[in-house]
């Protein structure tokens, strides 16, 4: 039996399955609600329920807090519809635009880029490519139906590859294969294009910061890419945050994007750099803070460790005047994320 769900103010309707989450009816019906991790963990699908009735599924409390429940909020990402419901949603304008697809793809290439970041290249079945967004990612499809989610890193292109920049987390189930014993010519199955952190177009030209803390860099590269390749022309500064040098593991390629792209600049920043390094320290989002207090006229599109997005999007709207609506980010959840409190 389905229910049919009604978005305001954009007075769309589309039908979720009862088995089906509103975000999960929504993407399979190309609607475009705005989402990240589609795990209860990152917030980015709070929307209000103005009408009827949902069952919440587990979520984090950061994510959605027992106070903005008692408000009427939801994860749209954790809801399910017991009836018709109406609810209160900015829908973000090419989030359903390419549709989301299940494909076999082959492990091309790994390649170390720092001791415990490698770049693997996926090689797309040539008569069916995956059409995305930058800043868009896929999820591989894992034994026993888990799921782990990568941002592509290069640009939409004629070349039927992604690239993906995957960190080691030591314990991981995904990554530990990754590290361990993936080959080249592996064939894993992925699913996509996921999520709405991508660029926007803005009329007012708005200079914007791109802000990233590890392999968060990866959805960056590809925004830095399709900027290139479109010949946008909006001031971008990158501030990339790690721990140490080998964090910031594709500096040769930054650089090199400088010298083609005049609008762009690049500001490392590292919390425990060694003695001996010139650069910034001290944590990345608040090295834009000292640079920029006043964010009001700009856009920020934040991607990497979940504590470095919260803080970001806390401090820069509640501190720096940056308005809700120009914070665009993906938080990369992991296991151990959603292993917090829960509701
Ligand atoms: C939208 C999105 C995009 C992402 N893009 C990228 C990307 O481009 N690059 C990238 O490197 N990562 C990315 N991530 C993170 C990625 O999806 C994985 O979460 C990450 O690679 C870890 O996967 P894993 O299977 O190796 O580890 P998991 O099995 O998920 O474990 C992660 C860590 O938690 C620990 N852990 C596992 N279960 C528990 C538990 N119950 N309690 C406490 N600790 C636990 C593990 O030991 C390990 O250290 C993204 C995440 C999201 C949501």
């Known amino acids: 039996m389905s229910h049919q769900v009604t978005v305001q ?24 609600l705005p989402y990240g991790c589609q795990d209860g963990a990152c917030g980015s699908c709070k929307c209000k329920l103005l009408q009827g009735e949902i069952e919440l599924g587990a979520h ?30 900015h829908e973000v304008v090419g989030a359903g635009e390419f549709p989301v697809k299940k494909m076999p793809t082959r492990v091309s290439s790994i390649e170390h880029l720092a001791p415990d970041v490698v770049r693997v290249m996926l090689q797309l079945p040539a008569a069916d ?48 294969h990754v590290f361990s014993a993936m080959k080249e010519k592996e064939i ?22 791109f802000l990233a803390s590890g392999t968060g860099f990866a959805p960056i590269k590809a925004m830095l890419e399709q ?44 919390s425990e750099a060694d003695a001996g390094w010139p650069g910034r320290t001290g944590f990345v989002h608040q090295a834009v803070m000292a640079d920029l207090p006043d964010l009001s006229g700009h856009a920020v599109y934040a991607c990497g460790a979940p504590v470095m997005v919260e803080a970001a999007q806390r401090d820069f709207t509640t501190r720096c005047s940056l308005p809700e609506d120009a914070f665009f980010a993906d938080a990369f959840t992991t296991e151990a994320d959603k292993a917090g409190a829960k509701a």
């Not at 984090?60 to 909020?73: I, V, Y």
């Not at 952190?197 to 009329?203: E, G, K, M, S, V």
């Open 9 to 32: 103010p954009s007075g769309h309707q589309y039908a979720a399955e009862a088995e089906e989450t509103l975000l999960a009816a929504a993407i399979r019906q190309s609607v475009g």
């Open 60 to 89: 984090q409390l950061k994510a959605l807090s027992e106070a903005e429940r008692a408000q009427g909020l939801i994860l749209a990402c954790r809801a399910r519809a017991l009836t018709d419901v109406v609810i209160e949603s």
């Open 129 to 176: 490519p995956l059409r995305y967004r930058a800043g868009q990612y896929i999820q591989f499809l894992l034994p026993g139906g888990a799921r782990r989610s990568y941002s592509m890193a290069n640009a939409p292109a004629e070349s039927p590859q992604i690239e993906l920049h995957l960190r080691h987390m030591p314990g991981g189930k995904f990554t530990d």
């Open 188 to 209: 894993q199955r992925i699913e996509g294009p996921f999520g709405s952190f991508f660029l926007r177009d803005d009329p007012e030209n708005k200079p914007m910061i």
């Open 227 to 270: 900027m290139r390749t479109s010949a946008d022309a909006r001031q971008v500064t990158l501030y990339w945050g790690g721990r140490r040098l080998p964090d910031i593991y594709l500096p040769d390629w930054v650089e090199r994007q400088c010298a083609l792209m005049p609008n762009l600049r690049f500001i490392p920043v590292l």
